[in-house]
């Protein structure tokens, strides 16, 4: 890990430096790749973690099967302007990816969410059923723009967490509302296949689908050696092109900063994750800075004092020096962090310290208007120096 260490030579070429962009191009994730595996057993740590409070949790969940976990509405960026969105986050079985040997990803809690028994097709469609009347008054109205999005906390194309044969119910009767004009689901790439696409095309002639994909990180090494994903930057690259081939987008979900990296390489690993999926063409960008979920492998770190969750400052850095505003015309950046402001989501300093709520209102101004300018090129002075002097010296 010595290589990951930060170098004052480098951060001081982060302050501020007008050829910054040139120099993270330049300065790929090499190094990171170069790295032998970093913890060998993850997945049977992972595994413990995440079955030590199923007992507790046995109870509570079985009785609530036909409930989702969560369903909201509030404003949004759609991709022809501002809008609504209504979001559905499904109790589902589990991810299948968790659920196998693999013990899925280690910064992922939404197996925590999960029912501890098979959930039918049934259940799933009283869950719809049951924000469909919550939002009856929003969906039937036609001079409403909806975003509707769906969760699963896993793959809503994959049969084996909910049936085909749901997943076309669901999406046949979002297709009759005219005030639903996207559609948002999520998936891992392996799943996205054309002929599961050709089936959703028939459905979907009016509104516009994209499926969200959880990349985290154009490097194969962070993907799969640090966050334990399982797929390949390949894979990502064919379920792209599968999604436009039918005219449906694609949503890259960007990683800042999973477990392991500390602050200036996830810097450089989310910048060269965003320059990859803006030359590849992704439709939105959603970047998640990490917030520490329960049972993972991040709370384990965050515990012993190994974890910080990253900095709105470099978040706001990294955003405004990865896109130009020409590339914001024709794709969508997305940033909606959880925790955010709080010790377990991006925050700087200190939860209560007032540069939290600066930075968090320019990073909300930015998203609904996708326009660079909200975010100022100097921070005050006061702050940035106390920031870059922590950066320069914080080690996780
Ligand atoms: S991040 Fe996605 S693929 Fe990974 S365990 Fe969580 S739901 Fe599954």
Known sequence: MSNLKPNPAKNQLLIRDSKINEYFQSESMVFLESQPSIVKNLWEELNYLRNRPLSKQKAQKMTQIDRPVASFSKPERLREGMGTEITLIFRSSACSWA??????????????????????????????????????????????????????????????ELDLEIQLKILRKLSTFTSVKEIVIESRPEYVQEKLLKQYEEILTNQYLEIGIGLESRSNYVRNNIINKGFSWDQFVKATNRLHQYGFGVKAYLIFKPPFLPEYAAMTDLFNSIRACVKLGADTISINPTNIQQHTICEVLHSRNQYRSPWLFSLLWVIKNGFSQEELQSIRLICDPSAAGKDRGVHNFDPYHPSNEYCLKILEKFVHTQDL????????????????????????
């Not at 039918?120 to 036609?142: C, M, V």
């Not at 300018?373 to 996780?396: D, G, M, V």
């Open 99 to 160: 659920a196998s040997k693999s013990g899925g990803c280690t910064m992922c809690g939404y197996w925590n969410d999960r029912a501890d028994k098979s959930i039918s097709g049934q259940n799933f469609w009283n869950q719809f059923q049951q924000t469909i009347t919550k939002y009856e008054n929003l969906l039937e109205d036609s001079s409403q723009s909806i975003v509707f999005k769906m969760f699963t906390s896993g793959s809503f194309c994959d049969p084996k």
């Open 373 to 396: 300018s909200e975010i100022p090129e100097h921070f005050p002075e006061k702050w940035w120096i106390a920031y870059r002097s922590e950066l320069l010296t914080q080690k996780k």
